[in-house]
């Protein structure tokens, strides 16, 4: 490699690497994420084998050997401090000492082992077989609530108690704490009615929001085209600042203006209507606001595109439809919108592929509500995995709500990739040193 | 255009449409500063109380506002910084440089482009958490920085381009090395380019909602757009001119850089944008 491909290297590797963490990991790891049931409950870090009186319950629904959970509780006898200090306040000191020194650590698989070498004892003698068995009880062990860390050493404790591998099976299966691989979130999603509304929600608020979104910007960019520049500045000001202010403070702005305490049920009460929240309403109400604040945001960029089009009109094919006698219908009919068709084409492309994936102004005007009216597919993706009200956060659902919307984010790359001339972008550099 | 047809007309009907956006601009001011007649919504008094969030000590459980303006600082000035820099060097060798895979790194940097970053939260979420970076203010920077790179090297990459040859051309034959040319003689002329990106990714940075909301939700990394959002949904204190306060407060800066740099701005909103 040449002096000048380490520096263009150097260069540009910061970029990638993360572009690569942050941007190119994501878009992997929510196909991966789609294929496992990770949730609040199973965490995400892989999981524990766990025996707990849920697990039982539950092993006791399927078809196993009678014994088997007897055995989970019995898993043998342990020589351990517990054990000898409960010894040792029950009884005598000595006597716990002496276990102590003779079977400290050691392991009974069954109590008649135990009773055997409690009977070896010399200094401190136990001469009734009911003390041997009371005192054999206290250094009992059970599996279960105790955490296994992998499932070979799980397994092997399971087979020490003499279970089948059939009911090994069972066992392992349900008390694994952890995520699992899964495609039922694929059928979940295709299953749940809510999934055809979510889609529905999306499909009516992409086609209100894009369609204001161009006629609005077309209107702006005409209409102050044919404004003395003063004026048109300041219409364009008005009209650009909703784009430039953080979204938290002009959803805010919404808020006050048609909440029951706000502008519009002030209004009304001269009328004589009581006051209501214009927001929350209904869900037509919710709908037309929601359109309404992406609208006012989303059609200062079709102005801005649509306003450097038409100065881009030669002014002289306007001077000579006027000379021709067109009146201004004439003229923006049959001269400006024509040369506005390209930059048409590109808003309404781009902006529909980025409002299918977009929530934000959705998620702090009216948060989904009134019930779901209002939820878009991204906001149900968002909810599912990132925020509940239920606590329990699906995140293996969740990414696959997600994943929806990445296939849609690439095949809007992939357009973008066409709509661009790559060619031009890719003419060789000039200079090789 | 001609004074042929009066204008009037068309001033009065966008007036009448841009209505709700200057009721609501004009009392998002006003109300700053007074109070309203009891049950309605003229204001009737004049008041500071709606900016005691400035001066009061917060309660426990509750943020102190300049702690939160400066996490915002910090979040939006680092963010912009680092994606400026590195906009810079790789714009540089994606525009004027023939490294092996360039054409790969160019359709990269289109698609990306274009890739609606928002449908990534979940999986980003769950990989900060694998990482050990949930839950800070390095990695919402680290997130929000590299979703705004591919539009940044795109912004710059076409700053390059329109430098000419014969510069770096010149350059190179008096023997400087690429680096020096770069540095010397190439960035000076797309310094309009630097200025504008710093500013976009500043904003971009401060008014940014959501990777706050979801990568770093805690008290002690708060940034102002969170904040301002939990003070509207407690419901134990609503009241509605001192979100307004906080919100004209957290405007500001955005209100500042707007003006003084309105120009460069509209380029960079009206290139290749973001929707």
Redesign the interface.
């Known amino acids: 490699m040449n002096r000048?491909?380490w520096?263009?290297?150097i260069?540009?590797s910061?970029?990638?690497i993360?572009?690569l963490?942050?941007?190119l990991?994501?878009?992997v790891?929510?196909a991966f994420?789609s294929f496992t049931n990770?949730s609040t409950s199973t965490g995400?870090?892989g999981g524990e084998y766990l025996i707990n009186q849920e697990t039982i319950k539950e092993i006791k629904k399927y078809n196993i050997q009678k014994d088997t959970i007897e055995k989970l509780e019995n898993a043998g006898y342990s020589i351990n401090e517990e054990g000898l200090k409960i010894i040792s306040e029950k009884y005598k000191e000595s006597l716990s000492n002496e276990i102590k020194s003779l079977y400290f650590g050691d392991k009974f698989t069954n109590r008649k082992d135990l009773e055997r070498a409690l009977k070896k004892l010399k200094k401190n003698k136990i001469k009734k077989t009911r003390d041997r068995k009371e005192i054999a009880e206290i250094f009992k062990e059970s599996i279960i609530n105790e955490r296994f860390v992998s499932k070979s050493i799980f397994e092997e404790n399971l087979i020490k108690l003499e279970i089948n591998q059939n009911d090994r099976e069972v066992i392992i299966k349900e008390s694994y704490t952890g995520w699992s691989w899964t495609n039922n979130n694929f059928k979940l999603i295709y299953n749940l009615p809510s999934s055809y509304k979510f889609a529905f929600y999306t499909l009516i608020y992409v086609s209100f929001t894009l369609t204001f979104n161009v006629v609005f910007g077309l209107f702006?960019a005409i209409?102050?085209?044919?404004?003395?520049s003063k004026?048109a500045s300041t219409?364009r000001t008005?009209?650009f600042?909703?784009?430039?202010?953080?979204?938290?403070?002009y959803v805010?702005?919404?808020?006050?203006?048609t909440w029951d305490?706000?502008?519009i049920s002030?209004m009304s009460t001269y009328f004589g209507a009581s006051p209501k929240n214009w927001m929350m309403d209904s869900p037509i109400h919710a709908w037309t606001v929601i359109v309404?604040i992406n609208g006012?945001v989303?059609a200062s960029?079709g102005m801005?595109?649509f306003s450097?089009a038409i100065k881009a009109i030669p002014s002289s094919m306007?001077y000579a439809s006027?000379v021709d006698g067109a009146n201004?219908w004439q003229q923006i009919w049959n001269i400006i919108i024509p040369q506005l068709r390209w930059p048409i084409m590109f808003?309404t492309a781009?902006?529909t592929?980025?409002?299918?994936?977009?929530?934000?102004y959705i998620?702090?005007a009216t948060n989904g509500g009134p019930g779901r009216s209002t939820e878009v597919w991204?906001l149900a993706?968002?909810h599912t995995?990132?925020?509940n009200y239920a606590g329990n956060l699906q995140?293996g659902l969740?990414?696959t709500?997600?994943l929806v919307?990445?296939i849609?984010?690439?095949i809007?790359?992939?357009?973008?990739?066409k709509f661009?001339n790559?060619k031009d972008?890719?003419t060789?550099?000039?200079?090789?040193? | 255009?001609?004074n042929?047809?009066r204008?009037w007309p068309?001033?009065l009907?966008?007036t009448l449409i841009?209505l709700?956006?200057?009721?609501?601009?004009i009392?998002?001011i006003i109300?700053n500063f007074t109070n309203p007649a009891p049950g309605?919504?003229w204001p009737s008094s004049f008041t500071l109380e709606h900016w005691r969030f400035l001066w009061e000590t917060p309660k426990t459980g509750e943020s102190y506002i300049w702690t939160v303006t400066f996490n915002t600082f910090i979040f939006a000035s680092t963010t912009s910084i680092m994606v400026t820099s590195?906009?810079m060097?790789?714009g540089?060798?994606?525009?004027?440089?023939?490294?092996?895979g360039?054409?790969i790194?160019?359709?990269g940097l289109?698609?990306?482009?274009?890739?609606?970053?928002?449908?990534?939260?979940?999986?980003?979420?769950?990989?900060l958490?694998?990482m050990g970076l949930y839950n800070t203010l390095l990695g919402v920077i680290?997130?929000k920085?590299?979703?705004e790179?591919?539009f940044g090297?795109w912004i710059m990459k076409g700053f390059y381009d329109t430098v000419p040859?014969e510069i770096?051309?010149a350059g190179?034959q008096d023997g400087a090395s690429?680096?020096t040319v770069w540095r010397k003689l190439i960035l000076p002329q797309v310094q309009p380019g630097i200025a504008a990106l710093l500013i976009f990714s500043f904003?971009s940075g401060?008014?940014e909602?959501?990777l706050p909301l979801?990568l770093a939700p805690s008290s002690d990394v708060q940034v102002?757009?969170t904040y301002?959002?939990a003070l509207?949904l407690d419901d134990n204190k609503f009241d509605?001119n001192l979100?307004?306060s906080v919100?004209t407060f957290?405007?500001i800066p955005?209100i500042i850089i707007?003006i003084v740099f309105q120009k460069k701005?509209?380029n960079i909103?009206?290139g290749g944008?973001?929707?």
Do not use: C
């Open positions: 000048i491909n520096f263009g290297f260069f540009i910061p970029v990638l993360m572009v963490l942050f941007f990991t994501p878009v790891m929510t994420f990770m995400i870090k702006l209409s102050t085209f044919y404004l003395p004026t219409f008005i009209w600042l909703p784009r430039i202010l953080p979204p938290v403070l805010l702005m919404w808020k006050w203006f305490t706000g502008f002030q309404l006012f989303g960029f801005i595109l450097s306007l006027e201004r808003t781009y902006q592929l980025s409002l299918l994936t977009s929530f934000e998620l702090l991204a993706a968002y995995a990132l925020q995140y969740g990414a709500y997600a919307l990445v849609i984010g690439i809007a790359s992939l357009f973008y990739l661009f790559f972008l890719v060789k550099p000039r200079i090789e040193g | 255009m001609n042929y047809y204008s068309i001033t009907l966008l841009s709700p956006l200057l009721i609501m601009f009392f998002q109300d309605g919504i590195l906009s060097t790789s540089y060798v994606l525009s004027r440089l023939d490294i092996p360039r054409k790194f160019l359709a289109i698609m990306l482009h274009a890739f609606p970053t928002i449908s990534l939260i979940v999986a980003i979420f769950l990989t958490q694998i680290l997130v920085s590299a979703l790179l591919p090297v040859w770096e051309m190179i690429r680096f904003l401060w008014s909602f959501v979801v102002l757009s301002l959002s509207i509605f979100f307004k919100g957290y405007a955005v707007y701005l509209m909103y009206g944008t973001k929707g």
